[in-house]
């Protein structure tokens, strides 16, 4: 049976910019766009053309950069804004513009002090209104987590009549448990009349913790776009982590998808980011992390250098990283010692291991992690001691 194809929208430089303090450059974001499109996203959305003359010129830009993804720009259910994205991609060869507007109760009455029927209006012109500068048109439900899905099954259905090519549905608080998300991307799949003709979108941010596996459960139940960033960067507690996402639809074959991505550029990719952008990832972070293959532990690390599938189901070398580390502590047992220590050129003897161990576990109590240069010392100290006796 051949596999799904999941398309996948970064928002790296829209959404993960957004991070206070991470603002970039227009030559940083072309940096950035150009390992984006090697890396084979399919969207790249590169900002939002009216907030600013620098998001104008940095849309710009990388539509001329861009050569074979598709180049989306982000507006408001303004007509100004559309026009102003319109003109920004001009220079795209796939451009798409993404338009929108709030549906839950909540944005409905506080933020536009409106009423539904005026939000279906007011989104149906907006598509329509960008279909006059471009084919392919995505639509934003925001806060479509708290939007009763009979309502946001009608606001789709008038984007699709508008002329919509990709209708996103975002999670935009956190908000959703991954059941309750699936579950609204199903029903839309089931009451929005000629869905089928166009591609659903999630869009998840992680308050809860969540994004991920809500993006997960919405391609489940039939999105086939997920709306994500590197490092999983973003407003607040951040978006979907795309590293996340490729590589869970990677390791679970059962699930049937596939992309069109090299996952071996996600390391060089995440501290691309992570370098431009000024913000450390997470040691603990999945994938990417500098932890994501270091092992400390002294079960985990004999398991890891007898088989490594013991303890990691992804080979650090499908992500781009060179090898798994073994970290020496004061948990570390005889056999990471002995294996490190032959990396560095010491053959050692049962009896010989047993000695440095006992040298090596008086600095591993005294320090976090015993470097190599310390390994020097203790395999100095161990062996001088043993001949003074």
Do not use: W
């Not at 308050?207 to 407003?235: P, S, Y």
């Not at 390791?251 to 501290?271: A, G, R």
């Amino acid at each position: 049976m051949s596999k799904e194809r999941v398309q996948i929208f970064d928002t790296t430089l829209r959404d993960g910019e957004q991070v206070p303090g991470c603002k970039l450059e227009t030559r940083q974001k072309l940096k950035i766009a150009e390992k984006l499109e090697a890396l084979g996203v399919d969207v790249i959305e590169a900002g939002f053309p009216v907030s600013s003359p620098g998001d104008f010129k940095s849309v710009s830009e990388i539509s001329k950069l861009v050569k074979n993804t598709s180049v989306c720009g982000l507006t408001r259910a303004v007509k100004k804004d559309i026009e102003v994205a319109a003109e920004a991609l001009k220079p795209a060869k796939r451009p798409r513009i993404h338009t929108g507007i709030g549906t839950s109760d909540s944005h409905i009455k506080y933020k536009f002090n409106s009423t539904r029927e005026e939000i279906i209006v007011r989104a149906r012109e907006a598509v329509s209104y960008a279909k006059n500068f471009v084919d392919d048109v995505e639509f934003y439900a925001e806060d479509a987590g708290r939007t009763d899905n009979e309502f946001l099954a009608r606001v789709c259905t008038a984007a699709v009549e508008a002329g919509a090519t990709v209708l996103n549905i975002p999670d935009t608080t956190g908000y959703c448990l991954p059941e309750e998300y699936g579950q609204k991307i199903k029903y839309l799949k089931e009451n929005v009349k000629n869905i089928e003709n166009v591609i659903i979108s999630c869009h998840c941010h992680n308050d809860l913790g969540l994004a991920t596996a809500n993006a997960i459960a919405a391609i489940r139940n039939g999105a086939r776009q997920v709306e994500c960033t590197i490092n999983g960067i973003g407003e607040r507690a951040g978006n979907t982590a795309l590293e996340e996402v490729i590589m869970i639809l990677r390791q679970h074959p059962d699930l049937n998808f596939t992309t069109n991505l090299n996952p071996k550029l996600l390391f060089e990719l995440s501290n691309l980011v992570s370098r431009e952008m000024g913000m450390v990832v997470q040691p603990n972070k999945a994938i990417v992390g500098a932890n994501a293959f270091a092992h400390s532990s002294g079960i985990h690390q004999d398991g890891v250098i007898k088989n490594r599938e013991t303890y990691e189901i992804i080979d650090p070398a499908d992500v781009g990283v060179t090898e798994s580390a073994i970290i020496l502590t004061a948990r570390s047992g005889r056999a990471a010692l002995a294996y490190k220590a032959k990396i560095m050129g010491y053959e050692l003897t049962k009896l010989q291991l047993d000695i440095v161990y006992a040298t090596f576990l008086s600095y591993a109590d005294v320090k976090k992690e015993v470097a190599d240069t310390d390994l020097h010392e203790i395999m100095d100290l161990s062996f001088k001691n043993r001949a003074s006796a």
